[in-house]
């Protein structure tokens, strides 16, 4: 799953041209990724993605049993995350973008990094907590250097 087609995100993914993998983005990124003129736009790099076959989702979609993209517009007119569901370790989120780091979930919440709708964000960032209250979700940040700290990580930890 691609969160979203900035270059921190996307570039290199044609690496994947040739094999099996399943390459899946928001069918609304995709338009705008591919939609505006010239080579880039903002953080859209299109040398990044042009030739990509994705597969596209809309709303909030279940791809595999226990793994929701959830749609969180905001940062890009298609920004996706993703809640997975595990049977030890609970309900966990992984919001990308849609939240850059755990100051800008606040609450209150601050935007952090680009936004391309604010109010598109503010709501998808209300919309994320909403699910964690429900859940009880862990939320990992899509850029947040010091969360990692406070993680389990691979090879010695895990979640499962």
């Known amino acids: 799953m691609l969160s979203h ?3 921190d995100h996307a570039g290199n993914v044609t690496m ?22 010239g080579l880039f736009t903002g953080a859209h790099l299109k040398t990044d993605y042009e030739g990509v076959d994705f597969e596209t989702v809309s709303g909030d979609t279940e791809i595999l049993p226990g793994v929701t993209l959830i749609e969180t517009p905001g940062h890009t007119v298609g920004c ?9 370790s609970g309900t ?3 919001t990308s973008d849609a939240v850059y780091m755990g100051d800008s979930y606040g609450p209150p919440a601050t935007p952090a990094a680009i936004v391309n709708n604010l109010e598109q964000w503010y709501a998808s960032v209300e919309k994320l ?14 850029h947040d250097a010091d969360q990692i700290h406070q993680l ?6 895990f979640y499962s």
Request: proline fraction near 4%; hydrophobic fraction near 40%; glycine fraction near 8%.
């Open 129 to 142: 907590r909403g699910i964690q209250e429900r859940t009880g979700a862990t939320m990992i940040f899509g």
């Open 5 to 7: 087609l900035h270059f």
């Open 16 to 37: 994947f041209e040739g094999t099996n993998a399943r390459l899946v983005c928001n069918q609304r990124e995709k338009e705008f990724a591919f939609g505006f003129e």
């Open 92 to 94: 966990m989120i992984f």
């Open 80 to 88: 996706m995350s993703m809640q997975v569901e595990l049977p030890d």
């Open 152 to 157: 389990r990580v691979a090879p010695k930890e």
